[in-house]
């Protein structure tokens, strides 16, 4: 079954760095596309970036120029480096995909970034 791993969350001072992985298991890692998401407690989930299997990854205006999505296919898996991180980063960030029609998202993992 389709199944996808967050880790490397954790508390961080304003100004670090935290780099998240997202291990797939269940697709054709290589040719699935990743879109990684965030939801602030108590806000709505939005996306952060798309981990395109050839070509750049896009990201959401927020994070432009301070997050870089990357990916190991050897490994099943994609990986989101963050950077230069404010507090309103804070919150728990997911990755998902589609198979099928159908998203599957991980369990998420916490990003706390402390002022």
């Known amino acids: 079954q389709v199944q996808l791993v967050e880790s490397g969350g954790g508390l961080v001072q304003t100004g670090g760095s935290v780099r998240l992985s997202c291990a797939a298991s269940?697709?054709?890692?290589?040719?699935?596309?990743i879109r990684w998401y965030r939801q602030p407690s108590g806000e709505q989930r939005e996306m952060v970036g798309i981990?395109?299997?050839?070509?750049?990854?896009n990201y959401a205006d927020s994070v432009k120029g301070r997050f870089t999505i990357s990916r190991d296919n050897e490994k099943n898996t994609s990986y989101l480096q963050m950077n230069s991180l404010k507090p309103e980063d804070t919150a728990v960030y997911y990755c998902?995909?589609?198979?099928?029609?159908?998203?599957?998202y991980g369990q998420g993992t916490q990003v706390t970034v402390s002022s």
């Open positions: 981990d395109r299997t050839i070509g750049s990854s």
């Open positions: 998902s995909t589609v198979v099928y029609g159908k998203m599957y």
């Open positions: 269940g697709i054709t890692f290589s040719l699935s596309v």
